[in-house]
């Protein structure tokens, strides 16, 4: 069978991976990662979503062994704060993107099962850094052996995620390359989310769920918990089973040459990351033209399929349904000129001048254009035409967010949570989170 052994090459990978080793570059970019996602899960933390949920784990009983960022010390089960954190990092939609032949919201699950296996026993900051990028290994190679994945309607940060959490749990307790295949296995085999509840408070439970199923899965496989051996690439694995195209061979090419985590990608823009490359456009059209709501006749807007086909809602009901609605996106995008957290909100959804520019926007695809790629054209009632074309999204690997950029980003997510000092304070030891001895002080910082 076609890409035999595969499972087994990436788990003696992963099982290697030591910080020490990992290119500057490498270890930059995990520092930006994880910045970045817990910004994005303070922004997060105040949400009515998460407060459903730490309600219902005070119901049920969660013993307080792991911290929940930004609720003032709150503790949970180990698992039940990988799960709250997890989803806390990706219910904004704000959070890191990789969109190197997968898009795949990677550090969520990632991060959330590593930070809540720090409570476990003491971890420093080169640890987490081997242990993302083993996840991001895993979890971004794992969709490239399945290139048919998302089209079969899972959503990708609960399936991809579970892979990715369960691979950097591994890494992080040490596990050796047989334990490390099975923690791929257990993961693997609780693998889920469904695209239908884009929108919802449900997808981002996916990342959640894919935290704790990933942690879960690497405890027990030190404890001698087996899977299958060929979980990726077997004749059930999941690249047959969960993709109708399967490329198994592609999972193990360049390991160790090529380092996915070092083409992530970052949001500008509070929303679906197939929508950024039009709300470039339309930020540039508002800058350009100048033109009040009035004076516009229509906007003709041309993107990827994919932008249609994941976020064409024409009418979102809810701040979670907007941020996935080409017409709210593209109507914030140009009355507000951003696409941040406020735009984004329930009371945004409805506005008056939200709802009367919506009817201007003219979408149409283009299948020659890249993912990241749109063109905006705004026809002024006087008849004047105005152009945005955008290569490449801000934020993409190919216009990337500079430290700089990601730091203000940080600081106002985390800011409005724990104060712009503390939040300064947090960004300065991120900056240099190889330095730190053990990660328990600096989640402290973050609760």
């Known amino acids: 069978m076609r890409g035999r052994g595969v499972s087994s090459a990436l788990s003696r990978f992963l099982a290697g991976i030591r910080f020490e080793d990992l290119p500057g570059v490498v270890v930059h970019e995990a520092r930006r990662g994880v910045l970045d996602w817990i910004g994005c899960a303070l922004a997060a933390s105040r949400h009515p979503a998460i407060a459903i949920l730490l309600d219902t784990f005070a119901a049920t009983g ?18 039940d704060a990988a799960l709250a954190n997890g989803q806390m990092g990706h219910l904004l939609d704000f959070d890191d993107t990789h969109m190197g032949g997968v898009v795949l919201h990677a550090s969520s699950p990632l991060l959330a099962a590593l930070l809540a296996l720090a409570e476990h026993r003491p971890v420093g900051g080169q640890a987490l850094i081997a242990a993302y990028v083993a996840g991001f290994e895993a979890g971004v190679r794992t969709g490239q052996g399945a290139p048919a994945h998302h ?11 579970a892979v990715a959490a369960g691979a950097g749990a591994a890494r992080l307790l040490d596990l050796d390359a047989r334990q490390t295949n099975h923690a791929l296995g257990i993961a693997a085999t609780q693998a889920a989310g469904m695209q239908q509840n884009r929108g919802t408070m449900c997808k981002s439970f996916h990342a959640g769920k894919a935290a704790a199923s990933g942690a879960l899965a690497a405890l027990l496989a030190a404890r001698g918990f087996d899977s299958s051996q060929e979980v990726l690439e077997g004749k059930r694995g999941f690249v047959r089973i969960y993709s109708a195209v399967a490329a198994p061979e592609r999972i193990a090419a360049g390991l160790g040459e090529r380092w996915e985590i070092a083409r992530n990608g970052y949001k500008p823009h509070a929303c679906g990351v197939v929508l950024h490359p039009l709300i470039d456009a339309m930020i540039a059209l508002r800058a350009a033209a100048a033109l009040p709501a009035g004076a516009v006749d229509h906007v003709a807007l041309r993107g990827h399929p994919h932008a249609v086909k994941i976020t064409g809602g024409d009418d979102p009901r809810s701040g979670l349904m907007s941020k996935f609605s080409i017409n709210h996106s593209a109507a914030v995008a140009y009355l ?45 009632i006087d008849g004047r035409r105005f152009e945005a074309p955008v290569a490449h999204a801000s934020g993409t690997a190919d216009n990337p967010m500079s430290d700089a950029a990601l730091e203000r980003k940080f600081i106002g997510n985390a800011g409005d ?31």
Do not use: M
Request: include cysteine; proline fraction near 4%; glycine fraction near 14%.
């Open 336 to 380: 507000d000129g951003a696409a941040g957290i406020a735009q984004y909100a329930d009371a945004r959804a409805a506005a008056p001048d939200v709802l009367g520019f919506r009817p201007k926007l003219r979408v149409e695809v283009d299948a020659g254009f890249r993912k990241d790629q749109a063109h905006a054209t705004l026809v002024a």
């Open 151 to 161: 089209d079969g309607g899972w959503h990708l940060t609960g399936t991809l995620g």
């Open 417 to 447: 949570v724990l104060g712009a000092a503390r939040a300064r304070e947090i960004a300065g030891r991120i900056w240099a989170l190889d330095a730190e001895r053990d990660l328990r002080d600096l989640v402290a910082l973050c609760v």
């Open 62 to 79: 969660s013993p307080a062994v792991a911290p929940v960022l930004g609720q003032g010390g709150r503790r949970l089960g180990l698992l």
